[in-house]
């Protein structure tokens, strides 16, 4: 991002984080390649018990390669290497307005990691249990959402960077607590009928909340001087799974309140989107951010 021109900051970020749903995709390729060599018909089957390592194998040894490739061949930007370094990049982080920045990425970041934790982690779940789809369909109707969203993260991007990524960020929190948890709620009530009815319904429900990431990256690194830029961008990356990580604990609890619990999912969806909105009108916009 430091070498990005300003205004191809948005189009350039998002084009990065296109290997966010690429990659997705490539997993669903290869889980439904397994399923079929190794069907999950039982717990002893032979995918349960071994098979589904196997993509974190091969991620592993992909995003292990990437790291050497980058620590041999990839310098520090000029930027960088101009700035003035600091002491203590990370107590300067946690002081005056550089934590007030970090404060409202963090919000912002819960907010995209909730909403990200509903298509990814629960509506899988929510497909084979509630829905009763087998594992080959509801593999491939996530496989065929991430490809579309693929395609789009540019698009997206290119959009941040004409509208604003604050309105963008705000936009994308607004559907995910109203278009989003409605999705949902037709995909939990409508039952599974067809693949077509199926696709399209997750497909529209990963729309509601997956594009954030097309912004993030442009956001975090205009939000950090470039003093404590990597500290900033990781911790508030990083940082910001924490809460969101113990959503399935949330839906307990909404449970144990007296909810059903194939709609507590609902509310961590909407609970994300209002945490991106929140987070996107207490921050300034950054798209005319110098990068110095």
């Known amino acids: 991002m430091e070498y990005a021109p ?8 998002a084009f ?23 069907p999950a018909g039982s717990p002893h089957s032979l995918y349960v018990q071994w098979g589904w390592r196997i993509p974190f194998f ?6 292990g390669g990437v790291f050497l490739y980058c620590i041999r061949n990839v310098r520090e930007s000029t930027v960088w ?3 003035e370094k600091m002491k203590s990049p990370l107590k300067d982080l946690f002081s005056g307005d550089n934590f007030r920045r970090l404060s409202q990425v963090l919000l912002v970041m819960s907010g995209a990691w909730f909403t990200l934790n509903a298509v990814t982690s629960i509506l ?22 991430n490809l579309l969203l693929a395609v789009s993260f540019v ?32 995909l939990l009530k409508s039952g599974y009928r067809n693949l077509a009815q199926l696709m399209v319904l997750v497909t529209l ?3 509601c909340a997956t594009p954030v990431w ?5 956001y975090i690194t205009e939000r950090c001087p470039t003093a404590v830029r990597a500290s900033g961008y990781g911790i508030g990356y990083s940082a910001a799974t924490m809460i969101p990580a113990f959503s399935s604990f949330y839906m307990l609890g909404l449970k144990g309140l007296g909810m059903h619990y194939a709609y507590t999912e609902i509310v961590v969806f909407a609970l994300g989107g209002l945490l991106l909105v929140v987070g996107a009108r207490l921050g300034p916009e950054t798209v005319h951010v110098d990068i110095t």
């Open 6 to 13: 300003k205004e191809k900051r948005g189009a350039w970020a």
């Open 16 to 38: 990065i984080h296109t290997g966010f749903p690429l990659s997705l995709a490539a997993i669903s390729l290869i889980t439904t390649g397994l399923l079929r060599l190794l």
């Open 58 to 63: 091969l991620g592993a040894l992909f995003s």
């Open 81 to 83: 290497a101009k700035a």
């Open 124 to 145: 899988p779940g929510v497909l084979l249990t509630v829905r009763h789809v087998n594992s080959i369909t509801a593999t491939n109707a996530q496989l065929v959402a």
């Open 155 to 186: 698009p997206f991007g290119i959009l941040g960077q004409k509208i604003g990524r604050r309105a963008m960020l705000a936009l994308i929190g607004l559907a995910g607590c109203t278009a989003g948890p409605i999705f949902y709620y037709l």
């Open 205 to 207: 429900i990963n729309f």
């Open 214 to 218: 097309a912004v993030v990256t442009a």
